[in-house]
C-alpha cells in the first residue's frame, strides 16, 4: 500500500497516459474550458454546496485511509475529506491543470496531493487505495466498464466507491443535451419550483461553441416546452455578471 510520500513520488514521476477517445476532452478540460472553470471555482463549489454533506456522509471515511477522489476540480471534496476526518490522505486526479493549482492553493499543507491524469486507464498500482470517490466526476467516462475495472484495481478487497452524479433525465435540472455533428457540445433543461411552479432555465455549452446560436437555438426549444407542455406560468434564467455571451442570449429569448 501507499502513504501519501508513495502517492507523491508515484505522480511526479509519471508521464500523463490518456486513452485516445479522451483527447477531445483533454483539449477542452486543460484549455479554455477548464480555465474557465478554476476562475469560477468557488461559484461553482457554492452551487453544489447542498450536496457535499449527503457525499461526505456516504463516502464515511476513516482515520489511515487512503482516498482517491476522480475528477477532482478545484478539490473541494478531496480537501473537505481530509480536513474533517484527521489521518486520511487524498489523491485527486483530473485532466485540467487550472482546477488543480486552484486546488493545491486551497489544500495548503493538508495532506492531500493533486495531479494530472486520465482516470480511465492511469495506473494506479494494485489496492493503493481505501476509497474511491467522486463528486460528478465519473459521469465524463467514455468507456464506463474500462474505467471502473481500472479504479476497481486500485481499490483494495473491501474497499468502496462512492459517487455523486446527476440523476436519470427525468429529475435532472439538464434535462437535454446539444449536440453538434453527433458529439455532445452542451447541456440545457429547467427546474420547477414546487410553490409557484416557475421555471428557471440553466445551461452550459463548451467554450468553442460559444456565440454561435447553440445555446438560443435549444433555449427556444425548451422554453416551447416549458410553456405549452409542462405549462409553467413564466420563466427565469440568470448569468455568471461578467458572461457577457450569456448576458446576449438571455436577452434574446426575452
Given at each position: 500500500s501507499l502513504g501519501?510520500?508513495?502517492?507523491?513520488?508515484?505522480?511526479n514521476d509519471m508521464v500523463l497516459e490518456i486513452d485516445p477517445r479522451n483527447a477531445g476532452g483533454l483539449r477542452e478540460w486543460d484549455g479554455e474550458h477548464g480555465t474557465y472553470w478554476a476562475e469560477h471555482a468557488a461559484t461553482y463549489n457554492a452551487s453544489i454546496a447542498r450536496y457535499q454533506s449527503?457525499?461526505?456522509?456516504?463516502?464515511?471515511?476513516?482515520?489511515?485511509?487512503?482516498?482517491?477522489?476522480?475528477?477532482?476540480?478545484?478539490?473541494?471534496?478531496?480537501?473537505?475529506?481530509?480536513?474533517?476526518?484527521?489521518?486520511?490522505?487524498?489523491?485527486?486526479?483530473?485532466?485540467?491543470?487550472?482546477?488543480?493549482?486552484?486546488?493545491?492553493?486551497?489544500?495548503?499543507?493538508?495532506?492531500?496531493?493533486?495531479?494530472?491524469?486520465?482516470?480511465?486507464?492511469?495506473?494506479?498500482?494494485?489496492h493503493s487505495f481505501d476509497v474511491i470517490a467522486?463528486?460528478?466526476?465519473?459521469?465524463?467516462?467514455?468507456?464506463?466498464?474500462?474505467?471502473?475495472?481500472?479504479?476497481?484495481?486500485?481499490?483494495?478487497?473491501?474497499?468502496?466507491?462512492?459517487?455523486?452524479?446527476?440523476?436519470?433525465?427525468?429529475?435532472?435540472?439538464?434535462?437535454?443535451?446539444?449536440?453538434?455533428?453527433?458529439?455532445?457540445?452542451?447541456?440545457?433543461g429547467y427546474t420547477i419550483d414546487a410553490n409557484d411552479r416557475s421555471a428557471e432555465l440553466g445551461y452550459w455549452i463548451g467554450r468553442p461553441w460559444w456565440g454561435r446560436g447553440f445555446v438560443t437555438e435549444a433555449a427556444e426549444a425548451v422554453m416551447r416546452h416549458a410553456?405549452?407542455?409542462?405549462?409553467?406560468?413564466?420563466?427565469?434564467?440568470?448569468?455568471f455578471i461578467d458572461n457577457t455571451a450569456s448576458s446576449r442570449v438571455i436577452e434574446k429569448l426575452g
Amino acid at each position: 500500500s501507499l502513504g501519501l510520500s508513495g502517492v507523491e513520488a508515484m505522480m511526479n514521476d509519471m508521464v500523463l497516459e490518456i486513452d485516445p477517445r479522451n483527447a477531445g476532452g483533454l483539449r477542452e478540460w486543460d484549455g479554455e474550458h477548464g480555465t474557465y472553470w478554476a476562475e469560477h471555482a468557488a461559484t461553482y463549489n457554492a452551487s453544489i454546496a447542498r450536496y457535499q454533506s449527503g457525499l461526505i456522509a456516504a463516502i464515511g471515511a476513516q482515520p489511515g485511509e487512503r482516498i482517491l477522489d476522480v475528477g477532482c476540480g478545484s478539490g473541494g471534496l478531496a480537501i473537505d475529506l481530509v480536513r474533517g476526518t484527521p489521518g486520511t490522505t487524498a489523491l485527486g486526479v483530473d485532466l485540467s491543470t487550472a482546477q488543480l493549482e486552484v486546488a493545491r492553493q486551497q489544500a495548503g499543507e493538508l495532506p492531500v496531493t493533486f495531479a494530472q491524469a486520465d482516470a480511465q486507464v492511469h495506473d494506479f498500482g494494485a489496492h493503493s487505495f481505501d476509497v474511491i470517490a467522486s463528486r460528478t466526476g465519473t459521469m465524463f467516462f467514455t468507456d464506463m466498464a474500462m474505467a471502473f475495472a481500472n479504479l476497481g484495481r486500485a481499490t483494495r478487497p473491501g474497499g468502496r466507491l462512492v459517487m455523486l452524479v446527476w440523476r436519470g433525465i427525468e429529475d435532472n435540472e439538464f434535462v437535454r443535451g446539444i449536440e453538434f455533428e453527433n458529439y455532445l457540445i452542451g447541456l440545457i433543461g429547467y427546474t420547477i419550483d414546487a410553490n409557484d411552479r416557475s421555471a428557471e432555465l440553466g445551461y452550459w455549452i463548451g467554450r468553442p461553441w460559444w456565440g454561435r446560436g447553440f445555446v438560443t437555438e435549444a433555449a427556444e426549444a425548451v422554453m416551447r416546452h416549458a410553456f405549452k407542455v409542462a405549462r409553467v406560468p413564466r420563466m427565469t434564467c440568470c448569468h455568471f455578471i461578467d458572461n457577457t455571451a450569456s448576458s446576449r442570449v438571455i436577452e434574446k429569448l426575452g
